[in-house]
């Protein structure tokens, strides 16, 4: 069983719907990162969060600390949203070394 | 500021050579990472620094080595290049001290063939 585990793999959507991609893990420390990587290949962060929910524009991002578990929504999702979603779990003391799920694929067709 | 800036983007080795892929962030911070990224794959530690000076292994560090001279730069050095580095490589960093919520800014990676 891997350690951080995302799903769906690949999801295609319609522009406009509403997008959920999950993240479970089994290690780590009490926070989990979402990282968006553009089909460029560049990585961007967009959460960092140890409980609770937070909000940016259309994105949402929560967690259960105790199910170990998080979730990405986009509401109102359009093309450039496309990209590779990925979730990260820090597992030291440093909070910095991070197992990272293997990524979720979306496309937003126009 | 350029935040992480990697060098070169894209490099073509021959099994055996050695090279090093350079890193540099102008943020001051005192945590810089290596990981690779491979199809299928997460991404994966291969080496990190918590400061000049100190750096330490990752998940997958054999065959690379690291140092840290200064705040900037992170250097990753491949000792004898092998198809098996073939990869992406993306340089990472961020500030301390290590809650596990500061933001990570990563380079724009390195993408390394190895034949």
């Known amino acids: 069983k891997n350690e951080v585990e995302q799903s769906p793999q690949n999801l295609t959507a319609q522009e406009g719907e509403f997008i959920t991609i999950n993240c479970s893990y089994s290690v780590g420390i009490s926070a989990l990162h979402w990282l968006q990587q553009h089909p460029g290949g560049g990585i961007v962060s967009l959460f960092m969060?140890?409980?609770g929910k937070k909000k940016h524009g259309r994105l949402i991002a929560t967690i259960n600390i105790q199910e170990k578990h998080s979730s990405l929504h986009i509401t109102a999702s359009h093309p450039r949203d496309s990209a590779v979603y990925i979730c990260?779990?820090?597992?030291?003391?440093?909070?910095?070394?991070?197992?990272f799920g293997p990524g979720t694929r979306l496309s937003v067709l126009p | 500021n350029a935040g992480v800036t990697q060098t070169p983007k894209f490099q073509v080795l021959k099994t055996g050579q050695s090279m090093t892929l350079q890193c540099a962030q102008d943020m001051n911070h005192e945590y810089m990472s290596w990981y690779r990224q491979d199809p299928g794959m997460g991404l994966r530690l291969i080496h990190y620094s918590v400061g000049a000076g100190i750096t330490d292994q990752g998940e997958v560090p054999n065959g690379y080595n690291v140092s840290r001279s200064t705040t900037e730069d992170f250097p990753l050095r491949l000792l004898s290049a092998a198809p098996s580095q073939t990869s992406v490589y993306f340089c990472a960093s961020s500030s301390m001290p290590g809650q596990g919520l500061e933001t990570q800014y990563f380079g724009p990676g390195t993408r390394l063939l190895v034949l």
């Open positions: 969060l140890s409980s």
């Open positions: 990260a779990v820090p597992t030291d003391n440093y909070g910095q070394n991070f197992v």
